[in-house]
């Protein structure tokens, strides 16, 4: 059986295996149980974004959940991080968050947090994926409906604490009067916590797609669709752009000239905030592998050691709590903070960049400076099979040969797809002319070796 669990949780077109109803039964029910082994009456708290499926969803997992004997709370619609804040202070003993992040209306997930705000164990993962295979080769009887206990004033008092959290805790000190933001809410989960969030710490809001319809989350705007928050931040002339994703885990900006800056260049800027301030633990922050060659040498120049994670927040993650770091994250803008959540949360990103903002009383722009972007190509090579690539003799010629060449001024990165038979060439150097020519020489060698 192929396995449910990703780096992210569950994610799949909803209505279809394993998003079906039986199977989201079967999910609730096991993890109850599970959870069920250190508790006599587990609580779940469950929030969900603005998809059109979430609710149906909510419902068959709370109906396995209860039948399982946990006692479900909602959140109602309430971003990712913000379930994960709930499951450490309620406290709860698991928190699900029912979301496809980014991803189109039709799909949709499920993520599962511990107490301490992290994502349930690989152990625990593999344990609800061997229930739902049993339940599939046992054609386990249905699960019978269950209620979930939920009220508009419960989840409006649950959004209440974190917002309470965010504005008091992450966001003490920090005024932001005088400052105008537009914010793209990307019809997601932060439509109705985000303009409230920053309004509530004196800045002029300027929100923008805050009109959830079901369909519509993530839809031409958000995190991955920068253009009309760049024109929108123009056009008002405005301090900063933030673009969430469609649960809020993550947060890409705009500066006031209207540049893109993607998640390498807030981890710039954080890290010499924190290094100044001397809470960058042991001068190191964490990023991934696909992170720009540019990030690396501009945090060089402050004496402070990049460390590279596979791709995935979890792994970040993994990462800080190994080293005990203070600060890491991915290009994509999903960054984490340790010592303040251990979930990547947008809105406490967002916080975060505006205090180096507003304690250096400069523009984005400005903070900005001594991060250069490399030039970056990526080719892709259709492949019959994954062979090593250290068994690859005309390949490894051809690495050795880009490597020696590209020495302290570039980066390779050769690596196979993990779900399509594609072997990747990442190189990123100072010419991008050059660059190109690198990384053709390395496709043309799997090609003739493993090509198609």
């Known amino acids: 059986m192929k396995p449910l669990f990703g780096t992210d949780g569950i994610r799949a077109e909803a209505g279809h295996f394993p998003l079906d109803p039986v199977t989201i039964k079967t999910i609730g029910f096991s993890l109850a149980r599970h959870l069920s082994d250190a508790q006599l009456k587990p609580k779940i708290v469950i929030g969900r974004d603005t998809r059109e499926s979430g609710g149906w969803i909510e419902q068959a997992l709370s109906s396995g959940a209860t039948e399982g004997g946990a006692e479900c709370h909602s959140a109602g619609v309430i971003t990712t991080p913000g379930v994960a804040y709930l499951t450490r202070t309620l406290p709860a003993d698991a928190g699900v968050v029912i979301s496809a992040s980014h991803n189109p209306f039709q799909d949709n997930g499920i993520k599962i947090f511990s107490p301490s705000g992290k994502k349930i164990s690989e152990a625990v993962e593999q344990q609800i994926e061997q229930d739902v295979f049993l339940a ?55 439509f109705n916590i985000a303009p409230r969030l920053f309004k509530k710490l004196g800045a002029q809001v300027i929100a923008i797609n805050c009109e959830p319809n079901g369909r519509n989350i993530n839809l031409n705007c ?50 010499k905030n924190l290094q100044d301030r001397k809470q960058l633990q042991d001068n190191v922050v964490v990023a991934t592998v696909m992170s720009n060659l540019g990030l690396e040498v501009a945090l060089r120049s402050r004496g402070i050691k990049l460390i590279r994670a596979d791709v995935g927040d979890k792994y970040v993650l993994d990462e800080l709590l190994r080293i005990r770091g203070s600060l890491g994250g991915e290009q994509s803008g999903h960054v984490i903070m340790p010592r303040l959540s251990l979930a990547g949360d947008g809105m406490i990103t967002a916080l975060c960049l505006l205090r180096s903002l507003t304690e250096a009383h400069q523009s984005l722009s400005s903070l900005l400076e001594g991060f250069e972007h490399y030039p970056q190509t990526l080719v892709n090579v259709c492949v019959r099979e994954k062979t090593p690539f250290a068994e690859l003799p005309l390949v490894q010629k051809a690495v050795a040969d880009v490597e020696e060449r590209l020495a302290a001024n570039g980066r390779l990165l050769l690596r196979y797809s993990g779900t399509e038979r594609l072997a990747r060439v990442m190189i990123e150097g100072r010419s991008q002319e050059e660059i190109e020519v690198f990384a053709s020489q390395i496709a043309n060698a799997i090609r003739q070796e493993i090509g198609v």
């Open 136 to 190: 599939q080769t046992n054609n386990k009887s249905h699960i019978p409906d269950q209620s979930v206990d939920s009220s508009p004033e419960f989840e409006a008092d649950l959004t209440d604490r974190y917002l309470n959290f965010l504005s008091e805790e992450i966001g003490t000190g920090l005024s932001l009067s005088g400052l105008s933001l537009v914010i793209d809410c990307a019809n997601g989960a932060s």
């Open 222 to 271: 958000g995190s991955l669709h920068i253009d009309a928050l760049q024109q929108r931040v123009l056009a008002e002339k405005a301090n900063l752009g933030v673009a969430f994703d469609g649960d809020a885990d993550r947060s890409l900006f705009v500066d006031e000239g209207g540049n893109y800056v993607d998640g390498d260049c807030a981890l710039w800027v954080l890290a």
